[in-house]
T-cell receptor, first 114, second 115 residues
Framework: DSGVTQTPKHLITATGQRVTLRCSPR?????VYWYQQSLDQGLQFLIQ???????AKGNILERFSAQQFPDLHSELNLSSLELGDSALYFC?????????????FGEGSRLTVL | AQSVTQLGSHVSVSEGALVLLRCNYS??????LFWYVQYPNQGLQLLLK??????LVKGINGFEAEFKKSETSFHLTKPSAHMSDAAEYFC?????????????FGKGITLSVRP
Protein backbone atom coordinates (compact mmCIF):
# COMPACT_ATOMS: atom_id res chain seq x y z
CA ASP A 1 0.00 0.00 0.00
CA SER A 2 1.61 3.24 -1.20
CA GLY A 3 -0.60 5.46 0.93
CA VAL A 4 -2.01 7.24 -2.15
CA THR A 5 -5.74 6.75 -2.58
CA GLN A 6 -7.58 7.15 -5.85
CA THR A 7 -11.30 7.01 -6.47
CA PRO A 8 -13.13 5.67 -8.32
CA LYS A 9 -11.16 2.57 -9.32
CA HIS A 10 -13.30 1.98 -12.38
CA LEU A 11 -15.52 4.33 -14.32
CA ILE A 12 -17.57 3.71 -17.45
CA THR A 13 -19.18 6.63 -19.20
CA ALA A 14 -20.30 7.85 -22.60
CA THR A 15 -18.73 10.18 -25.10
CA GLY A 16 -19.40 13.83 -24.40
CA GLN A 17 -19.73 13.32 -20.66
CA ARG A 18 -17.63 14.79 -17.85
CA VAL A 19 -15.99 12.89 -14.99
CA THR A 20 -13.95 13.78 -11.93
CA LEU A 21 -11.16 11.63 -10.59
CA ARG A 22 -10.02 12.13 -7.03
CA CYS A 23 -6.68 11.59 -5.37
CA SER A 24 -5.59 11.75 -1.74
CA PRO A 25 -1.80 11.91 -1.43
CA ARG A 26 0.30 10.29 1.28
CA UNK A 27 0.16 12.08 4.57
CA UNK A 28 2.66 14.94 4.48
CA UNK A 29 3.29 14.89 0.72
CA UNK A 30 2.85 18.32 -0.82
CA UNK A 31 3.31 17.42 -4.49
CA VAL A 32 0.67 15.65 -6.54
CA TYR A 33 1.19 14.43 -10.08
CA TRP A 34 -1.30 13.08 -12.62
CA TYR A 35 -0.31 10.59 -15.30
CA GLN A 36 -2.28 8.94 -18.09
CA GLN A 37 -1.40 5.39 -19.11
CA SER A 38 -2.66 3.98 -22.39
CA LEU A 39 -1.49 1.14 -24.61
CA ASP A 40 -0.46 3.36 -27.49
CA GLN A 41 0.99 6.37 -25.59
CA GLY A 42 2.49 4.68 -22.57
CA LEU A 43 2.74 6.67 -19.34
CA GLN A 44 2.23 10.37 -20.06
CA PHE A 45 2.72 13.15 -17.54
CA LEU A 46 -0.32 15.42 -17.37
CA ILE A 47 0.14 17.94 -14.61
CA GLN A 48 1.79 18.60 -11.24
CA UNK A 49 0.65 20.57 -8.23
CA UNK A 50 2.68 21.63 -5.24
CA UNK A 51 0.92 22.86 -2.13
CA UNK A 52 -2.08 24.04 -4.09
CA UNK A 53 -0.23 25.66 -6.97
CA UNK A 54 0.27 24.34 -10.47
CA UNK A 55 4.00 23.69 -10.99
CA ALA A 56 4.36 21.82 -14.25
CA LYS A 57 2.20 20.94 -17.21
CA GLY A 58 2.71 18.09 -19.61
CA ASN A 59 0.57 16.67 -22.37
CA ILE A 60 -2.71 17.70 -20.82
CA LEU A 61 -5.59 18.44 -23.17
CA GLU A 62 -7.57 21.67 -22.84
CA ARG A 63 -10.64 19.54 -22.08
CA PHE A 64 -8.86 18.35 -18.94
CA SER A 65 -8.26 20.39 -15.82
CA ALA A 66 -7.04 19.74 -12.33
CA GLN A 67 -6.70 21.40 -8.98
CA GLN A 68 -5.24 20.75 -5.57
CA PHE A 69 -7.28 21.78 -2.57
CA PRO A 70 -6.12 23.20 0.80
CA ASP A 71 -6.29 19.74 2.37
CA LEU A 72 -3.88 18.66 -0.43
CA HIS A 73 -6.22 16.25 -2.16
CA SER A 74 -6.44 16.70 -5.90
CA GLU A 75 -9.07 16.26 -8.57
CA LEU A 76 -8.67 15.71 -12.28
CA ASN A 77 -11.63 16.81 -14.34
CA LEU A 78 -12.12 15.33 -17.79
CA SER A 79 -14.82 16.85 -19.98
CA SER A 80 -16.30 16.34 -23.46
CA LEU A 81 -14.97 12.83 -23.26
CA GLU A 82 -13.87 11.01 -26.39
CA LEU A 83 -13.21 7.32 -27.02
CA GLY A 84 -9.50 8.03 -27.03
CA ASP A 85 -9.63 9.25 -23.44
CA SER A 86 -10.13 5.68 -22.27
CA ALA A 87 -7.06 4.98 -20.16
CA LEU A 88 -5.72 4.34 -16.71
CA TYR A 89 -5.18 7.59 -14.83
CA PHE A 90 -2.62 7.55 -12.06
CA CYS A 91 -2.06 9.98 -9.28
CA UNK A 92 1.29 10.08 -7.53
CA UNK A 93 2.62 12.10 -4.63
CA UNK A 94 6.06 12.93 -3.36
CA UNK A 95 7.91 14.47 -0.48
CA UNK A 96 9.84 17.55 -1.53
CA UNK A 97 13.44 17.02 -0.62
CA UNK A 98 16.71 18.50 -1.84
CA UNK A 99 17.36 15.59 -4.14
CA UNK A 100 14.96 14.00 -6.57
CA UNK A 101 12.31 12.30 -4.60
CA UNK A 102 10.49 9.06 -5.09
CA UNK A 103 6.98 9.15 -6.49
CA UNK A 104 4.36 7.09 -4.70
CA PHE A 105 1.62 5.95 -7.04
CA GLY A 106 -1.98 5.13 -6.37
CA GLU A 107 -3.59 2.10 -7.97
CA GLY A 108 -5.17 4.20 -10.67
CA SER A 109 -8.62 5.01 -11.98
CA ARG A 110 -9.56 3.07 -15.09
CA LEU A 111 -11.75 5.16 -17.35
CA THR A 112 -13.70 3.55 -20.15
CA VAL A 113 -15.50 5.83 -22.60
CA LEU A 114 -18.15 4.11 -24.73
CA ALA B 1 14.08 18.13 -22.53
CA GLN B 2 14.90 14.78 -21.06
CA SER B 3 13.75 11.43 -22.39
CA VAL B 4 14.35 7.73 -21.99
CA THR B 5 14.31 4.94 -24.53
CA GLN B 6 13.54 1.39 -23.59
CA LEU B 7 14.41 -0.95 -26.44
CA GLY B 8 11.86 -3.63 -27.12
CA SER B 9 8.49 -3.97 -25.47
CA HIS B 10 8.74 -7.53 -24.22
CA VAL B 11 11.47 -9.69 -22.72
CA SER B 12 11.07 -13.35 -21.86
CA VAL B 13 13.52 -15.29 -19.69
CA SER B 14 13.58 -18.66 -17.97
CA GLU B 15 13.35 -18.88 -14.22
CA GLY B 16 16.86 -18.63 -12.82
CA ALA B 17 18.24 -16.86 -15.87
CA LEU B 18 19.78 -13.41 -15.98
CA VAL B 19 17.41 -10.49 -16.42
CA LEU B 20 18.64 -7.53 -18.47
CA LEU B 21 16.31 -4.65 -19.27
CA ARG B 22 17.84 -1.82 -21.25
CA CYS B 23 17.35 1.89 -20.79
CA ASN B 24 19.08 4.78 -22.50
CA TYR B 25 18.50 8.36 -21.48
CA SER B 26 18.84 11.81 -22.96
CA UNK B 27 19.32 14.79 -20.70
CA UNK B 28 21.04 18.15 -21.05
CA UNK B 29 22.01 18.15 -17.39
CA UNK B 30 23.18 15.40 -15.04
CA UNK B 31 20.12 13.24 -14.69
CA UNK B 32 18.33 11.52 -11.91
CA LEU B 33 17.34 8.05 -13.10
CA PHE B 34 14.77 5.60 -11.81
CA TRP B 35 13.38 2.15 -12.43
CA TYR B 36 9.79 1.48 -11.48
CA VAL B 37 7.87 -1.80 -11.57
CA GLN B 38 4.15 -2.26 -12.18
CA TYR B 39 2.53 -5.54 -11.23
CA PRO B 40 -0.83 -6.40 -12.79
CA ASN B 41 -3.66 -4.19 -11.59
CA GLN B 42 -1.39 -2.14 -9.37
CA GLY B 43 0.28 1.23 -9.42
CA LEU B 44 3.98 1.75 -10.04
CA GLN B 45 6.48 1.26 -7.26
CA LEU B 46 10.11 2.29 -7.10
CA LEU B 47 12.76 -0.40 -7.64
CA LEU B 48 15.82 1.82 -7.42
CA LYS B 49 17.11 5.29 -8.19
CA UNK B 50 20.36 6.97 -9.20
CA UNK B 51 20.98 10.46 -7.87
CA UNK B 52 24.68 11.06 -8.63
CA UNK B 53 26.12 9.03 -5.78
CA UNK B 54 27.41 5.50 -6.53
CA UNK B 55 27.10 4.49 -10.18
CA LEU B 56 26.02 0.96 -9.24
CA VAL B 57 22.67 1.16 -7.54
CA LYS B 58 21.08 -1.70 -5.67
CA GLY B 59 17.32 -1.87 -5.35
CA ILE B 60 14.64 -4.10 -3.96
CA ASN B 61 14.04 -7.74 -4.87
CA GLY B 62 17.64 -8.30 -5.96
CA PHE B 63 17.62 -5.82 -8.83
CA GLU B 64 20.46 -3.45 -9.56
CA ALA B 65 21.34 -0.91 -12.24
CA GLU B 66 24.54 0.73 -13.37
CA PHE B 67 24.77 4.34 -14.51
CA LYS B 68 27.14 4.67 -17.47
CA LYS B 69 27.53 8.27 -18.53
CA SER B 70 29.67 7.45 -21.57
CA GLU B 71 26.92 5.18 -22.89
CA THR B 72 24.01 7.28 -21.54
CA SER B 73 22.61 4.06 -20.17
CA PHE B 74 20.98 2.81 -17.00
CA HIS B 75 20.30 -0.87 -17.63
CA LEU B 76 18.47 -2.95 -15.02
CA THR B 77 19.76 -6.41 -14.13
CA LYS B 78 18.99 -9.31 -11.83
CA PRO B 79 21.23 -12.37 -11.70
CA SER B 80 18.46 -14.93 -11.34
CA ALA B 81 14.86 -14.38 -12.43
CA HIS B 82 11.98 -15.50 -10.26
CA MET B 83 8.42 -16.12 -11.37
CA SER B 84 7.30 -13.24 -9.18
CA ASP B 85 9.42 -10.82 -11.25
CA ALA B 86 6.90 -11.01 -14.10
CA ALA B 87 5.66 -7.44 -14.44
CA GLU B 88 6.07 -4.28 -16.48
CA TYR B 89 9.22 -2.24 -15.89
CA PHE B 90 9.59 1.45 -16.54
CA CYS B 91 12.74 3.52 -16.75
CA UNK B 92 12.32 7.21 -15.90
CA UNK B 93 14.44 10.35 -15.85
CA UNK B 94 14.24 13.67 -14.05
CA UNK B 95 16.51 16.63 -14.68
CA UNK B 96 15.98 18.41 -11.41
CA UNK B 97 15.18 17.97 -7.77
CA UNK B 98 12.76 19.63 -5.46
CA UNK B 99 9.34 21.06 -5.99
CA UNK B 100 9.60 21.28 -9.76
CA UNK B 101 10.84 17.78 -10.34
CA UNK B 102 8.81 15.52 -12.57
CA UNK B 103 9.53 12.16 -14.07
CA UNK B 104 9.52 11.33 -17.76
CA PHE B 105 8.88 7.64 -18.29
CA GLY B 106 9.87 5.28 -21.04
CA LYS B 107 7.24 3.14 -22.76
CA GLY B 108 7.92 0.20 -20.48
CA ILE B 109 9.06 -3.37 -20.95
CA THR B 110 6.96 -6.39 -20.07
CA LEU B 111 9.03 -9.12 -18.45
CA SER B 112 7.78 -12.69 -18.70
CA VAL B 113 9.39 -15.49 -16.72
CA ARG B 114 9.09 -19.05 -18.02
CA PRO B 115 9.11 -21.96 -15.56
Amino acid sequence: DSGVTQTPKHLITATGQRVTLRCSPRSGDLSVYWYQQSLDQGLQFLIQYYNGEERAKGNILERFSAQQFPDLHSELNLSSLELGDSALYFCASSVVVLEAGELFFGEGSRLTVL
Amino acid sequence: AQSVTQLGSHVSVSEGALVLLRCNYSSSVPPYLFWYVQYPNQGLQLLLKYTSAATLVKGINGFEAEFKKSETSFHLTKPSAHMSDAAEYFCAVSDRAGANSKLTFGKGITLSVRP
